[in-house]
């Protein structure tokens, strides 16, 4: 018998018969699965984000299966107090259970039995809200050395006591007046601990940073993109490959707008070569022709790159999209593997970014193993190049060339995979990506002004408005769609696919049981035959679960546990989101076999809409209109069609009012919510206008309700 059919008949049986097979492949010198770590393969444990430091989102447990899913049951839940997205991966150390929250909260519990060990909660500004983009959201933690680590939104990196969770030390990673945010987790590479950032659109410059483990001192960081050529060099480790290789790839004054390329998800080390693997943001403008004079790679935008562990020196890099103008980040996590290709083993590094091509890296040279595919329909480009690894773009995509030409983009900013983790089963040897088929708008905008702490785009498209109507609203809706993509990463190609309505659908996790775990925006939580894709079984957590779970066993049982709360860009921006509600608080919630919990009763409360009395003139409405988009749609929700985790601005009390309207919106009256005062950027005629511009949108959506209710 061969030793494929050795595995095959061993692998099929149980995590004990999987372990002897990677034994056989390792002795024979068979490299045809992913073994990211040798922890995973003993850990019944979860103890870093992903599973195992190449972050592959598999679980070799077994007891849950295809045949016994339908017995899983709620073993326990927690309520947190935050009603915003919630996005992290919980990790599972010793028995206890880590998981930041919204607005960088930290619980610990008893992952047994739910009890609350501690909590955390770094007291982060309500005002620092207004510069995160996308959320308030914390995608996790990190452990070592008996602490337990949390970027805080505001720029702390902090070590706590994993026992009592008290303080230990804090770093803080950059001025907090500035438009940084941390919303990624934290990392560890022997004794630092590694921590990016985020804001490139509100004009930063993207690093990432080394912390010693046990004492929070400095060790090194590495810029992503060149800084102001006058002022010289910045005595880090960024320093010799800024000069030698990233700097002749700028042009213009793009220094003066920050340059972006912010590491705000994508960090794992890469145990095998003793280096780190970071993927590297967007462009800050997004416009190339006004970020760099339309010349130009602009290194290291929307790159994989590689450091040495110890000393944060520059080791490789490969830049998936040159020249990037599509907030096509490179940011999205990255699996460490081994597999073989073409009969040969390769350890590699794989990712399916934002501009919709799956890449295949050797973790060696930073070359590509495999030539890039298409997981989703794509337009901007018509492939990837095999001799330069280059995207060839199509001329229409090229929007920021001065014309005035309005490019409609699939995929586009939202991304054809965003920061939702993908997983990777070596039982079936496929990849599954939360993928999203959806449409966005570029156009150049020759009157671009730069303003630091605000958009910093360039890009004028009327594709991104919104909707203007219940009807528009529709179509926009059915133009979009979210799938379960299994994706086979050496062959290229996709096997099958599930597929969903609108997007924002949450992380996955693939488990030993032949399944993987899935949340939805509406709030179930629903398991797949990992082989087929065939739904099995579905549980109503009330509020919309985007992260993706984590698997874990104690005393002979496991356990599936996953955040619940809805939220991130396409909760708070996008206007593809069907069904919004009012949504209860966050939960993590946790699973086994003939789990007994049940969720108390939750019914949405009914806000009605809140017109003003008087009916606005068509100028002030038309004037409000396009303050709202500049200024109030990135958070409220385009059109003002909100989905729910900000408040919708046409429910609001005070959109009656024009006195308390101006107190909050120019005065900040609940800036410590994070609705910040705009009294520096609006007028009193200003605010007045947009009030009246979404009174009329109140209007409009109360005479459609109840044209319905007829």
């Not at 960088?104 to 060990?117: I, L, M």
């Not at 970014?353 to 794509?378: C, H, M, W």
Request: glycine share 12%.
């Amino acid at each position: 018998m061969g030793i494929r059919k050795k595995f095959d008949r061993l692998g099929a049986a149980s995590t004990y018969g999987r372990r002897v097979a990677f034994a056989l492949l390792a002795a024979f010198g068979v490299a045809s699965c992913t073994r990211a770590s040798t922890e995973q393969a003993d850990s019944a444990g979860w103890p870093v984000i992903g599973g195992a430091y190449g972050e592959t989102f598999y679980s070799p447990l077994d007891q849950i299966t295809e045949a016994n899913i339908e017995r899983l049951g709620l073993a326990w839940y927690a309520d947190l107090d935050t009603d915003r997205g919630q996005e992290a991966n919980p990790i599972v150390v010793d028995g206890v259970i880590y998981v930041s929250t919204a607005w960088s909260k930290v619980y610990a519990y008893d992952a047994k039995t739910g009890e609350q060990v501690w909590r955390f909660d770094p007291e982060v500004p309500g005002e620092k809200g207004f510069d995160a983009c996308c959320d308030v959201a914390n995608r996790g933690v990190a452990a070592a050395g008996g602490k337990v680590f949390v970027g805080a939104l505001d720029g702390r990196l902090i070590a706590l006591d994993a026992k009592t969770g008290a303080v230990v030390w804090t770093a803080q990673t950059f001025d907090p007046k500035t438009p940084y945010t941390i919303t990624g987790a934290p990392r560890i590479a022997k004794d630092k601990v590694i921590i990016g950032n985020g804001g490139a659109e509100y004009g930063v410059r993207g690093y990432v940073t080394a912390y010693d483990v046990e004492t929070g001192e400095k060790a090194w960081r590495f810029y992503t993109v060149p800084g102001d050529p006058a002022a010289g060099p910045d005595g880090e480790a960024s320093d010799a490959v800024m000069k030698e290789k990233a700097a002749p790839s700028w042009f213009g004054e793009w220094y003066k707008y920050g340059g972006g390329g912010t590491v705000w998800d994508a960090i794992v080390y890469d145990k095998d070569f003793d280096q780190i693997l970071i993927g590297v943001g967007n462009g800050s403008p997004w416009n190339y022709r006004i970020r760099s004079d339309g010349k130009g790679d602009n290194l290291f935008l929307s790159s994989i790159v590689a450091l040495d562990a110890d000393s944060g020196a520059y080791k490789w890099h490969y830049q998936e999209t040159p020249a990037e103008s599509w907030d096509f980040t490179a940011t999205q996590p990255i699996i460490l593997a081994d597999i073989a290709i073409d009969g040969e083993p390769r350890k590699v590094a794989m990712q399916a970014p934002k501009n919709g091509f799956f890449y295949v890296i050797d973790r060696s040279n930073g070359e590509l193993a495999t030539l890039p595919q298409p997981f989703v329909s794509v337009n901007w480009a018509r492939g990837i190049d095999p001799k330069t690894g280059r995207p060839i773009v199509n001329e229409e995509a090229k929007w920021s060339a001065g014309n005035d030409e309005n490019f409609v983009a699939r995929p586009g900013a939202y991304g054809a995979h965003s920061w939702h983790p993908m997983a990777y089963s070596p039982d079936t040897g496929l990849v599954y990506i939360p993928t999203q088929d959806h449409m966005f708008g570029y156009q150049d905008e020759p009157g671009f002004r730069y303003h630091l702490g605000d958009w910093n785009l360039g890009n004028a498209s009327p594709t991104n408005v919104g909707p203007a109507s219940v009807e528009e609203r529709q179509q926009a809706i059915d133009t979009v769609s979210a799938s379960i993509t299994a994706f086979d990463p050496v062959e290229q190609r996709t096997v099958w696919r599930v597929q969903h309505d609108g997007i924002g659908y949450g992380g996955i996790l693939a488990t030993g049981g032949n399944l993987i775990f899935q949340g939805e925006p509406n709030g179930m939580f629903s398991a797949y035959k990992a082989s087929d894709g065939k739904k099995l079984w579905s549980f109503d957590g009330q509020s919309g679960a985007i992260a993706a779970a984590a698997s874990y066993e104690i005393d002979g049982e496991q356990y599936v546990a996953v955040l619940a709360g809805f939220g991130g860009v396409v909760g708070i921006f996008s206007p593809y989101v069907k069904d919004p509600y009012v949504r209860p608080n966050g939960r993590l919630l946790v699973f086994k076999l003939d789990g007994t919990a049940s969720l108390p009763h939750y019914e949405p409360p009914v806000v009605p809409f809140n017109p003003p009395a008087e009916e606005a003139p068509s100028s002030q409405v038309s004037l409000g209109a396009g303050l709202y988009a500049g200024h109030c749609m990135r958070c409220h929700g385009a059109s003002a069609w909100s989905a729910g985790v900000i408040p919708d601005l046409r429910r609001s009390a005070i959109l009656s009012s024009p006195e308390a309207w101006e107190q909050v919106v120019l005065h900040g009256g609940l800036s410590a919510q994070g609705m910040v005062g705009f009294g520096d950027k609006l007028s009193q005629e200003d605010a007045e206008a947009i009030r009246l511009y979404v009174g009329e949108q109140a209007r409009a959506a109360e005479a459609v309700l109840a044209h319905t209710a007829e």
